[in-house]
């Protein structure tokens, strides 16, 4: 008798089940990780506990930002999808990235010591620019494809049973004076805030280092992936305002190859063309 059930409308039954519980749930998680993430950046730790917030805080942070890295390379992706659908490998990437700042948010213990505590006008000014910047960091995922991040996009798509269009590399708004307005956005995140403690500080410091390190990162994988017409795009677009010089700022144009030392004499049968 053949037992075989991998071609079995109840196992197609539950694969269907368990893909739509798995992206729907995702949805549902990443909109309660957005909701914490906003009161976490705005008025600090859940907990009001100051015991050993030294080691825990600082190994929530690089926590975050390594799990945040490793699912993102390449060879990752290329090795977890021997066991994850590619349909759902966005989803998974959000569902590690909410777990890890979840648990940030309630693992988190504040320090006592204030470096500063901005009040009257200046603290108005700084909360519109922490509330500016959410509604950037929104408009820049809407450019790049919020779905993608938060994989709704490719489960949409399964949903469908439909294969996801192929993604265009065609900067747009923001995207056309610099090529990390996300992260941009996040370093107001962290850095616009009336009190900053020594916590929220050593958490300011952590990811302002993770931030940058993640441009240079992001601008290699998108090398890999799309290849001349990005490089292209590094050498007339810089990584942020005003950066002029280093890593991220514009790539220097890549010098002809070949430089003729004459001109081609009026004997020649065709012009030399440079390679």
Request: overall charge positive.
């Amino acid at each position: 008798m053949d037992v075989s059930i991998s071609h079995s409308p109840s196992t197609s039954t539950l694969r269907r089940l368990t893909g739509l519980s798995f992206g729907f749930g995702n949805q549902i998680l990443f909109l309660v990780t957005v909701w914490f993430l906003f009161w976490f950046l705005r008025d600090g730790a859940i907990s009001r506990s100051h015991d050993d917030w030294i080691a825990r805080d600082c190994g929530l942070a690089i926590f975050f930002a390594f799990s945040h890295s490793v699912m993102l390379v390449p060879k990752t992706r290329k090795y977890l999808t021997r066991w994850i659908p590619q349909a759902f490998y966005d989803s998974t990437f959000c569902v590690v990235t909410c777990v890890s700042l979840l648990a940030l948010f309630f693992g988190w213990r504040n320090s006592e010591t204030v470096l500063w505590e901005a009040s009257g006008l200046t603290k108005s000014l700084v909360r519109i620019c922490f509330y500016g910047c959410w509604v950037a960091l929104f408009y820049s995922l809407a450019l790049t494809g919020l779905g993608y991040q938060n994989g709704w996009t490719p489960f949409y798509y399964w949903l469908r049973n439909q294969k996801p269009p192929r993604r265009e590399f065609r900067p747009r708004g923001a995207y056309k004076l610099i090529r990390h307005p996300v992260y941009l956005s996040f370093l107001g995140l962290i850095w616009f805030t009336p009190t900053m403690t020594l916590d929220h500080a050593a958490l300011t410091a952590i990811w302002t280092s993770y931030i940058f390190y993640g441009s240079f990162l992001k601008d290699r994988r998108l090398e890999h992936f799309i290849g001349e017409p990005y490089k292209a795009y590094e050498r007339s677009v810089p990584g942020y305002p005003f950066v002029t010089v280093g890593l991220l700022a514009k790539k220097p144009l890549v010098a002809d190859p070949v430089t003729p030392t004459s001109l081609p004499s009026e004997h020649s049968q065709r012009p030399r063309v440079a390679a």
